[in-house]
């Protein structure tokens, strides 16, 4: 999950055949806009599972995992302040993510773990600090503009590098 976000952030052409950016456009997150993704990015999140399913047959524990990724991923998009000094070293927080959902690019590519830091931490990006505002814009794109990310990305927006 971190290299297919961290890919989603690095190389523009995978942001837009993702629809990533539809996820990012949101100028304020809350715990019900982690699974508001655009429906092609639901393929692209559901690859580390299937290849886990695929080559250690492991069932029942990939549906267990991905619940919990389901509750963590709405905390770390809720607006509530769960950090903690101990927390924050394993866990992904609120605080971090809505770092990575910062409308300044250099910001947004950073804490690309939504469940665990671990992987920002060992491959150098994470940064401990906040943002002031979310988005990709000074505006936040229409629901008809967030389809239409993947082929039309509105004009004022910016998530990776072209
Ligand atoms: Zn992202």
Request: one cysteine or more; proline letters at 4%; glycine letters at 6%.
């Amino acid at each position: 999950m971190y290299w297919i976000h961290r890919a989603e952030h690095r190389w523009y052409f995978v942001l837009r055949v993702s629809g990533h950016g539809a996820h990012h456009s949101f100028k304020k997150l809350n715990a019900l806009n982690f699974g508001l993704n655009h429906p092609l990015e639901l393929f692209f999140l559901a690859i580390p599972a299937a290849l886990m399913e695929v080559i250690f047959g492991v069932g029942l524990a990939a549906v267990g995992a991905s619940i919990l990724l389901v509750i963590q991923a709405s905390i770390v998009h809720s607006n509530l302040n769960m950090s903690s000094k101990w927390v924050d070293w394993v866990f992904t927080t609120n605080r971090h993510h809505i770092r990575h959902h910062s409308v300044v690019l250099e910001e947004s590519n950073t804490n690309y773990g939504c469940g665990t830091l671990i992987w920002d931490r060992v491959f150098g990006t994470f940064i401990d600090s906040s943002t002031r505002e979310c988005g990709v814009g000074p505006t936040e794109p229409t629901l008809v503009q967030k389809l239409f990310m993947p082929v039309r990305e509105p004009s004022d927006t910016t998530v990776a590098p072209s």
